[in-house]
């Protein structure tokens, strides 16, 4: 490989180191969100065991995505031998648990949906109105996603105050704003004052479905884009290591 082209391929690995530690500050700052965010769906989940190990899953190969593209790129510039094959290796590594992960999530998906269905239904069966956090959270999913319960509005029958009320209860954020009517909440449990309850009859699990289905192309596209990448990155990491032994090799005096 010429000089020329060993220069080339060194500052675009550079390149690809930046890019590559921007892109675990942002997966590491992901997994913070998702371990403290208490405004958004994920504040519901955060009960499970599987979205907590997710989320410091996340941290850790952020961490160590951010430390490769720094070592990657003192590797590149200053053509470091034993900096390029740590930096091929630890691309390897992540490859292959991205790879196991995916595989474990996709035979494991009826288990994660089975957790999910337990956590959302237990957390409507305690619902008062007063946690500002998970509670709250899953109001402003209901009404934004126009949905009511997990399965469907039934499952609020199961709620300990609306149960053992003597007066007939609906949680307010299920309220179906175009049917008539003045009793509109965002949060809460509200009465019932008409004969049939005002609320919407699709649960959330079918919205939330339809939103995965809905980008699931984006999603795989997302995941074979960085697959992509990191064989990029091994590929050129390689070629340098390989050029910068045989230009050692070059200045060795031959007798």
Known sequence: MGK??????KYFLFLFNL???????????FGLWVLFDNQSFIAVLQSSDTVKVASYILIGVGSLSMAMGFFGCLGAIYEIRCLLGLYFTCLLLILIAQVTAGVLIYFQRDRLKYEM?????????????QNRTTEHTWDYIQKTMECCGWTGPGNWSENILIKNSSQIL???????ASLPGTDIRDVGLCEQLSTETPVYETGCVTS????????????????GSVAVIELLGMILSMCLCKSVVQEYYTKVPKY
Do not use: H, P
């Open 4 to 9: 020329g082209c060993i220069t080339v391929t």
């Open 19 to 29: 890019l590559f530690f921007i892109s675990g500050a942002l997966i590491m700052g």
């Open 170 to 176: 609906y949680s307010c954020s299920c309220r179906n």
């Open 117 to 129: 269905s337990n956590i959302m239904k237990g957390m409507i069966i305690n619902y008062t109105g």
């Open 208 to 223: 939330v479905e339809k939103w995965l289905q809905d980008n699931y192309g984006v999603i795989l596209g997302i995941c």
